[in-house]
């Protein structure tokens, strides 16, 4: 299976513009929230992203994995970094947390690695 993770990022942030326009309130919520919990404070958002990584492949979200790999670029994190966060999370959800991991974290990688050299 592939998959474009360019067009999932951006149909996931245009999504959520979209959405605002008729639920205003609950994704300013979300928005708040997540703002909220990436405040850098005792940790870094670079580890942040890195464990945003490995929950979204511990939980198999495609779009967490998506855009938390983006995140985890922009915030100076290497392919290294990543994967190993991704093992992690594999330590924890076995199979599935690898498939993820091989497949459409890989992709990830493969496409958003250079963005922020």
């Known amino acids: 299976m592939s998959y474009n993770v360019r067009e999932m990022l951006n149909s996931f942030v245009g999504g959520l513009g979209d959405l605002s326009a008729s639920n205003p309130d609950q994704v300013s919520a979300f928005m708040n929230l997540l703002g909220a919990a990436y405040e850098p404070k005792a940790l870094d958002i670079k580890t942040k992203e890195l464990i945003s990584v490995g929950i979204g492949c511990y939980?198999?979200?495609?779009?967490?994995?998506?855009?938390h790999s983006y995140k985890a670029f922009e915030?100076?994190?290497t392919k290294e970094e990543i994967l190993e966060a991704a093992m992690v999370s594999v330590a924890f959800g076995g199979g599935p947390s690898m498939a993820y991991s091989v497949t459409l974290l890989g992709e990830c990688i493969k496409e958003f690695e250079n963005d922020f050299k």
């Not at 939980?59 to 855009?67: A, D, H, P, T």
């Open 75 to 77: 915030a100076g994190a």
């Open 59 to 67: 939980n198999r979200c495609e779009y967490c994995i998506v855009y």
